[in-house]
């Protein structure tokens, strides 16, 4: 059974158990225990498939003189959907405004949420810092971008334009081949990890009462993801390719490593499925999967700058009771655009991280009254990286298309 199938059929049983078992007081506790673990150990699976995977996609890419146009497209296409997508947060929060509820968490601390900012930006700022290469890559469970790193400059170092290098990409490329062959069988068996994290999600969700109690906030991210993914992101990818691909077709390929980070938040514990998904789903060569994902996990951040976005400007509209003014709305649509090209720095928690520096940068101080955010947070950050995800895979099928190595893969051929 393909993957898109598996991963709703267990998104849907995480929610049947999660309410059947949800009255019970430890339920919540021992479904985020087993789901943390699960997340964590996907992470450990990732990090050695994007060193080597990165690594040998980069020496093919230079080998043919590709990868200036696949790290071109794949920018382009995180900096135009970023745009795009947080205007479109604007416009349909201003066709349909909603008040940002009241939480369990609006009476935390003024300063928790941008304390937990501080130490995210902080701790990944630390890890840039070129102490040792193989604690960097042994270290890099929240921050790629050393991983990314290293993993480039290793890939120059093995392009074969000599005969005693040639042995060495071909052995690195064998390796790459091996960690494919873990990212699928990952892929194919992470419905169990989607069960137990959904469950997670949802029993966390009834704990909190609050998208009971007012689903209004609620209802209105899923239209804006439901908008995203439906209207905005197939037109901007049918821009990219001359309106000569099926973008649903993309998307309903793309929706497993989706759904994975939807119910994990984790963009990084998805990246294994995601480069397995765009090479088997979506017809994307090796090399040009091994490298645009993680580049676009990295800066390709437009569905967690839209999410982000709507949460402010609700935010803005429940402490000061009015909805905020069109010059308000775009200075926090173009502020959050910029800080999300940096938010892979706070993985798990980029909408918010996001929301909150946004309010720093445009010196808007709201008293504390941001942390009603973090009861919410599953489904801010679970929406955002959804979305990202899917922008992360589908923008890998551009660069293919880019430099026209892209294939169809029929529909008996996916998983």
Not at 219 to 242: C, M, N, Q, R, S
Request: net charge positive.
């Amino acid at each position: 059974m393909k993957t898109w199938i598996t991963y709703i059929a267990a998104l849907l049983m995480g929610l049947s158990s999660a309410m059947l078992f949800g009255t019970f007081p430890q339920t919540a506790d021992i479904l985020s225990a087993v789901s943390t673990y699960l997340i964590n150990l996907s992470v450990f699976i990732a990090v050695p498939v994007l060193f080597i995977t990165f690594a040998s996609g980069t020496a093919s890419l230079m080998k043919d003189r590709r990868g200036r146009k696949v790290a071109l497209f794949s920018i382009l296409w995180a900096v135009v959907t970023t745009i795009f997508l947080s205007l479109a947060a604007v416009l349909i929060y201003t066709i349909r405004p909603v008040s940002f509820p009241v939480t369990s968490t609006a009476g935390s601390a003024p300063g928790t949420l941008i304390t937990h900012a501080s130490y995210m930006l902080g701790s990944s700022e630390s890890a840039l810092y070129p102490l040792n290469a193989i604690w960097s890559i042994a270290s890099a469970t929240r921050f790629i971008v050393p991983v990314v790193i290293i993993a480039w400059i290793l890939g120059l170092a093995l392009k074969p334009s000599a005969d005693i290098i040639r042995p060495a990409y071909t052995v690195m490329n064998s390796f790459s081949e091996v960690m494919y062959r873990i990212s699928r069988t990952f892929t194919v068996l992470g419905f169990f990890i989607i069960y137990i994290a959904s469950a997670s999600f949802f029993a966390e969700l009834y704990e909190e009462k609050t998208v009971i109690a007012s689903p209004a906030y609620a209802i209105l991210t899923a239209l804006a993801v439901a908008i995203a993914l439906l209207f905005l992101i197939p037109f901007i990818y049918a821009i990219f390719t001359g309106f000569k691909k099926n973008p649903y077709k993309a998307i309903y390929r793309s929706l497993a490593p989706a759904l994975f980070s939807f119910v994990t938040a984790n963009t990084i514990a998805a990246l294994p499925a995601s480069e397995s998904i765009a090479r088997q789903n979506l017809g994307v060569q090796k090399r040009i999967a091994s490298t645009t994902i993680p580049l676009l996990s990295i800066i390709g951040k437009g569905g967690s700058a839209m999410v982000s976005v709507i949460a402010l400007l609700s935010l803005f509209q429940a402490t000061t009771g009015e909805i905020p003014s069109a010059t308000v709305s775009a200075a926090v649509a173009a502020v959050a655009a910029v800080i999300s090209f940096v938010s892979s720095a706070a993985i798990g928690t980029e909408a918010l991280v996001i929301a909150v520096v946004t309010l720093q940068i445009l010196g808007i101080n709201l008293y504390g009254a941001e942390n009603a955010l973090i009861a919410f947070s599953p489904i801010i950050c679970g929406a955002g990286a959804c979305i990202d995800t899917l922008l992360s895979c589908i923008g890998s099928s551009i660069a293919a298309a880019a430099i026209e190595t892209d294939v169809e893969v029929p529909y008996k051929d996916i998983i």
